[in-house]
């Protein structure tokens, strides 16, 4: 089915707001219309205190269903900011180090390695927090267990911000959080930086001692948007020691080497290094190879934060919502190394 975004466009300057009696496309409040096989995305924009947020939002959804019967509607409704401030584009937020979690490829750990080091940093006293930047597949709510939460909107300084929510001293922020966890996925281009840029710009993170940041895989628009709305200490690349993996760091840190984006590489993490069977526990095999992750650091330049190895746990932390190291996991050491060796890096802000 091919949608038309004129056409959307068109249906949608039909309905009024009720208390301007302009139309929402004049007003602005619908922006980043996309559409994508039977999908329908965009975002709805309104100012501070809307009472019609709900009441247009249905006036959308009853527009649109009877032109494209078949169409899934995905509708994010996002807040301006409120115009009587029009000083300042945005609220200082001070976040001492900021650490973009990267890797080349989908399916390696890097959701499993943010999640886990942003335990081990609050279980440390760091005030941490946690972006899911992943916008494509946001996989932080299941692993935090937090699929129902819904972020509240606070006032500081005269601004309106998104008040991250805090999950075992961890205060997290995801796009999963605003949608259907059955919906992910879809959102793509503009909608997805869109609401990753309010989340960087517009979100409760002031006084954090670490932000990490889970980065979508491969390269793209979202790490763009991350590192010019956010002011990123340093980038962290998670892989797996096959071939195919390593020849992704190297993009990954060509493009954070990259001059637009000029972000140090602060560690390499090599994930799924070995396998260890619970019944064999001296036994270690390297399935994918030895060391990889290892000599890769060394021929790139970065240094060896450490290796995770392939622990059944792991995975079965993340499907039960509590991160591996909270868990008594034998990763839980790895994990202590990894920070103990980060927070060694000259970058890192004491
Ligand atoms: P990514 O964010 O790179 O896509 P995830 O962190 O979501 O990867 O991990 C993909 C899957 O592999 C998840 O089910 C996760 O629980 C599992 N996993 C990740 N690292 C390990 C590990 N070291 N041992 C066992 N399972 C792991």
């Given at each position: ?23 929402i496309v004049?007003?602005g409040i619908v922006q980043n219309i ?8 965009m975002n709805l924009v ?30 994010l409704?996002l807040?301006r ?109 503009p909608a997805?930086?869109g ?156």
């Open positions: 089915m091919i949608h038309s975004i004129e056409r959307i466009t068109e249906l949608l300057s039909e309905i009024k707001h009720p208390e301007t009696g302009k139309d004049t007003l996309e559409t994508e096989n039977n999908i329908i995305a309104f100012k501070p205190n809307d009472a019609f947020v709900s009441s247009i939002k249905r006036a959308v959804e009853e527009k649109i269903k009877p032109v494209f019967p078949d169409a899934e509607l995905r509708i409704n807040k900011q409120s115009p009587k401030l029009p000083k300042k584009e945005y609220p200082d937020i001070h976040i001492k180090n900021i650490i973009a979690i990267a890797s080349g490829k989908g399916g390696v750990g890097k959701s499993t390695v943010s999640v886990n080091l942003a335990s081990v940093l609050a279980q440390r006293g760091f005030k941490t927090g946690l972006l899911d930047a992943d916008v494509y597949g946001p996989s932080i709510p299941t692993m935090l267990a937090m699929n129902d939460v819904r972020p509240v909107m606070i006032e500081r300084d005269g601004f309106e911000l998104i008040e991250p929510v805090e999950k075992f001293g961890i205060k997290c922020l995801s796009i999963g959080f605003f949608l259907n966890p059955d919906d992910a996925v879809i959102w793509r281009g997805a930086t609401a990753l840029r309010q989340f960087a710009k517009q979100c409760n993170w002031d006084g954090l001692d670490f932000l990490v940041v889970d980065l979508p895989p491969g390269t793209g628009d979202v790490h763009l948007t991350v590192t010019q709305e956010l002011d990123v200490t340093a980038a962290i690349i998670v892989t797996t020691p096959q071939k195919v993996a390593l020849a992704d760091v190297v993009r990954g840190t060509n493009m954070f080497r990259n001059k637009d984006i000029n972000v140090p590489v602060a560690g390499l993490i090599e994930n799924m290094a070995w396998f260890t069977p619970a019944e064999l526990p001296d036994n270690r095999y390297y399935i994918f190879g030895k060391d990889g992750g290892k000599r890769m650091a060394e021929e790139t330049g970065i240094p060896f934060l450490g290796e995770i190895p392939i622990v059944q746990s792991i995975r079965e932390s993340g499907d039960a919502g509590v991160p591996a190291v909270l868990n008594g996991s034998v990763i839980a050491d790895a994990f202590q190394k990894i920070l103990d060796g980060l927070l060694q890096q000259p970058v890192i802000k004491k």
